[in-house]
Nanobody, 128 residues
């Protein structure tokens, strides 16, 4: 059993910031540092959208064009945690944000949605 637990979502005004965290655990989760990690988002009735992915070492990072320059993904392998710092938030960033883990490369994770595990999601609401 693998668990990815997101936290840090909430309500914020446009232009504000939030920091999402995703903690990984589980008996079968052999090594956090073996996985590329990523963030995706989905609004009700819409397709899932790639936000950002990061390789196991943190050396390769990919962002969706819509968040580039505003969001920063990072990871702490010692804490089995991945973060998403979101600045200059816009109303169109309102979504449920999901953490994901993948044994595929970070680029494939983002482009083709190749994932092994998903978190339960955390709501981010940006008021205008």
């Amino acid at each position: 059993q693998v668990q990815l637990v997101e936290s840090g979502g909430g309500l914020v005004q446009a232009g504000g910031s939030l920091r999402l965290s995703c903690a990984a655990s589980g008996r079968t989760f052999s090594s956090f540092s073996s996985y590329a990690m990523g963030w995706f988002r989905r609004a009700p009735g819409k397709e899932r959208e790639f936000v950002a992915t990061i390789s196991w070492s943190g050396g390769n990072i990919y962002y969706a064009d819509s968040v580039k320059g505003r969001f920063t993904i990072s990871r702490d392998n010692a804490k089995n945690t991945v973060y998403l710092q979101m600045n200059s938030l816009k109303s169109e960033d309102t979504d449920v944000y999901y953490c994901a883990a993948s044994l595929s490369p970070a680029q494939a994770m983002g482009v083709m949605g190749q994932t092994n595990y998903w978190g339960q999601g955390t709501q981010v609401t940006v008021s205008s």
